[in-house]
């Protein structure tokens, strides 16, 4: 068995998805960009991206017969991380497209970030961490900056599953614990050392929990 784990990233047609799976690779994993769904079965780990509208990812992960599997990978309790719209996508629905059904894996909403500030929200911003005992969030220093681009921010129901936050015409939700589900509205594989740091956790996650 080699040593690394191996990590699906799920490649479902929209966006540029390898700097995720590259990223990841760099930390130590086996990290492959797959639209095969026994590949995503067979996996240590998988990793859900996604870049601009949320209906229209919703859209292209249901074409490609992916929704399934990735539903699946989450059921099985392997460690699954949503980056962005992926994480977005993880929520039952979003004010986007309030039309189009989420994978419902966290209950809540995607709401649009309150009026009164740029939208998106396209900067390094401070994260806070609001369970700093996750795993996933282990040495990220004590001032972790990441990279956001974003116009809308997850808001769950239960609010105890938010892992951590940042401060942009208020308090925003950026990341989140649900279960074996971790999940963040910044993209990690362009946060510099914090977001290597974060997804290098993520591979240590992964080769745990195969043994």
């Known amino acids: 068995m080699s040593a690394r784990p191996l990590i699906a990233v799920v490649d479902y047609g929209i966006g540029n998805m390898h700097s995720a799976q590259k990223a990841i690779e760099k930390m ?9 769904a026994s590949l995503v079965a067979d996996a240590d780990g998988v990793v ?22 990735v539903v699946e990978a989450v059921a099985s309790r392997r460690p699954f991380l949503g980056i962005c719209v992926g994480m977005q996508m993880l ?25 009164g500030v740029k939208r998106p929200q396209m900067q390094w911003n401070r994260l806070v961490p609001t369970r700093p005992d996750d ?3 282990a040495d990220l220093g004590d001032e972790p900056w ?7 921010h997850g808001v769950p129901d239960d609010a105890s599953v938010v892992a951590a936050t940042c401060e942009y015409g208020g308090t925003l939700n950026a990341a ?19 977001g290597l740091q974060l997804l290098a956790n993520y591979v240590a996650v992964c080769a745990e929990a195969r043994v």
């Open 28 to 36: 130590g994993a086996d990290a492959r960009l797959t639209d095969d």
């Open 48 to 69: 859900l991206p996604g870049v601009g509208a949320f209906g229209a990812c919703m859209g292209a992960l249901r074409a490609t017969g992916l929704e399934e599997p």
């Open 91 to 115: 929520f039952d629905r979003s004010e986007e497209d309030d039309a189009v059904r989420g994978l419902g894996i966290i209950p809540g909403v995607i709401t649009w970030i309150p009026p």
């Open 135 to 137: 795993p996933m969030l």
């Open 146 to 152: 990441v990279y956001f681009v974003h116009s809308l």
């Open 176 to 194: 989140f614990r649900h279960d074996n589900v971790f999940a963040t509205q910044f993209h990690p594989e362009k946060s510099g050392p914090t």
